[in-house]
């Protein structure tokens, strides 16, 4: 079994780990917009382009709901697992899955 670096490792070490991924995956996402600007804008048109645009803030809200429910549930079960409550954080883990699954239905 793995020793726990998190609590051994030094910060500048850890912080370049953990971070880079993450920076990464918001680069990516963020080239969403720009890559479908350049597709639509140039190959469908500028109605098309006209939709993208009104589009992107409601899918920007609904990844951002989506990722305050998931990270301050994981982080409240984070903090119970280490309390060592396991049914607090399996009722956590349900009623966050509830409540996207709610979100999901009703922002469709």
Known sequence: ???NI????KISKLFIKFSVPAIIAMVIAGMQTVIDGIFV????GSNAMASVSLGSPYIQFVIGFSMLISVGALSFMGRS??????KLTQDIFKTS???LSIGAIFLQ
């Open 81 to 86: 697992l280490g309390e060592g409550n396991n």
């Open 41 to 44: 804008g140039n190959f469908i």
């Open 97 to 99: 899955f509830i409540l």
């Open 6 to 9: 998190l609590g051994t490792g």
């Open 1 to 3: 079994m793995e020793e």
